[in-house]
């Protein structure tokens, strides 16, 4: 009888163990849960932003002559780049939010690049930071349809022209201390106003461009500009004005 009683306690305790076991099962996993969610929670939160880039891409007159800009906007949007196109007309209005955008923190890399009246409102817009003491690290217009001088705070200035159509080189202004490249697309095949935005090659070449400017702190060596887009047209020392030429290449 002893031996039954005791096993009859050992059962009972048991029997109580799992009780209390399962009775602390639902808190015991609330508690594995709520953890789990908190950890997902503070995975998902993102951190605070840090400061980017905007590249700013302004197409010319009646925003049909242009559209290489979505191109260009599309190919940047795939290497993460921000990107944005507008009607040359809206750069006074995007001057004002990358000045705000900038002097909060919130914009550290400036590019501005139009084709045909776009390029000449990149130097406009280019200007008007420069009066508000916002730098831009980049510059690339396309085929300027007017004859402009460059001022302000900019790193690097690349004027890809037509001198036998439409396009103008870029002076260099007086308070201007960065890099200005002046380079006629003259004698390059297949290439012209209309079209320069959308040609594959000077695509090629001003989005490398964009993407040294965007992930390089240092300066760029000084190489020869090259139509095939194997090189970038490097840079030079500050305050200084550059001239090349593209032409057809035997290959």
């Given at each position: 009888m002893q031996a039954f009683g005791g096993c009859t306690m050992l059962i009972h305790r048991l029997f109580v163990a799992q009780r209390r076991w399962r009775d602390l099962q639902a808190p015991m996993l609330c508690l594995v849960l709520l953890g789990l969610s908190i950890s997902i929670a503070s995975a998902q939160t993102p951190s605070s932003a840090q400061p980017g880039?905007?590249?700013?891409?302004?197409?010319?007159?009646?925003?049909?002559?242009s559209l290489g800009m979505d191109e260009i906007a599309a190919k940047l949007q795939r290497h993460g780049i921000h990107t944005t196109v507008d009607n040359?007309?809206?750069?006074p209005t995007l001057a004002e939010q990358a000045a705000a955008e900038y002097k909060s923190g919130r914009l550290r890399t400036i590019i501005l690049v139009g084709h045909s009246s776009g390029a000449v409102a990149v130097t406009s817009m280019a200007a008007r930071l420069g009066q508000a003491g916002v730098p831009v690290k980049l510059a690339i217009g396309l085929d300027p349809t007017s004859r402009m001088t460059t001022t302000g705070h900019v790193d690097r200035y690349i004027n890809y022209y037509i001198a036998n159509e439409?396009?103008?080189?870029?002076?260099?202004?007086?308070?201007?201390s960065g890099v200005l490249q002046n380079v006629d697309l003259e004698h390059m095949a297949n290439v012209g106003h209309f079209n320069i935005d959308k040609n594959t090659v000077l695509q090629g070449m001003v989005i490398r461009?964009?993407?040294?400017?965007?992930?390089?702190?240092?300066?760029?060596?000084?190489i020869p500009c090259d139509p095939y887009g194997s090189k970038s047209c490097g840079s030079g020392k500050r305050g200084a004005l550059m001239e090349g030429t593209i032409g057809t290449r035997t290959r």
């Open positions: 880039e905007h590249v700013y891409l302004l197409r010319g007159a009646f925003n049909v002559f040359y007309l809206a750069w439409f396009g103008d080189p870029v002076d260099r202004g007086q308070d201007f461009e964009i993407l040294a400017a965007v992930s390089a702190g240092s300066p760029h060596p000084s």
